[in-house]
């Protein structure tokens, strides 16, 4: 059975910093790519950061120079530290699996539940 669970979220203050941590079984973990995604009340789930088989990394624009995503393929976990965290990070956050090296969610296969990230001013 493929599972992704989230931990690490919650409450922060402006400015502060969240390590995000998502643990993997299930699949073959070392064989896909993981990504971060968020979703804000209201808002399309968007890509926030994902890294590839070989530990490649993008991230979306707003997450560049701030967050940073790592991957320990033998402990199939996936984690993203977030610095200097704003008001509008606040959202649900979800790591996911897929076999494309993309930003779109739509490439990806096994999703988590999601953690919650609350960015206060």
């Known amino acids: 059975q493929v599972r992704l669970v989230e931990s690490g979220g919650g409450s922060v203050q402006s400015g502060g910093s969240l390590k995000l941590s998502c643990t993997a079984s299930?699949?073959?973990?070392?064989?896909?790519?993981l990504g971060w995604f968020r979703q804000a009340p209201g808002k399309e789930r968007e890509g926030v950061s994902t890294i590839s088989r070989d530990g490649a990394t993008t991230y979306a624009d707003s997450a560049k120079d701030r967050f940073t995503i790592t991957r320990d393929n033998r402990r199939n976990v996936v984690r993203l530290q977030m610095n200097s965290l704003k008001v509008e990070d606040t959202a649900v956050y979800y790591c996911?699996?897929?076999?494309?090296?993309?930003?779109?969610?739509?490439?990806?296969?096994?999703w988590g539940q999601g953690t919650q990230v609350t960015v206060s001013s």
């Open positions: 299930g699949f073959t973990y070392a064989s896909y790519c």
């Open positions: 996911a699996a897929g076999r494309v090296f993309t930003l779109a969610r739509y490439a990806y296969n096994y």
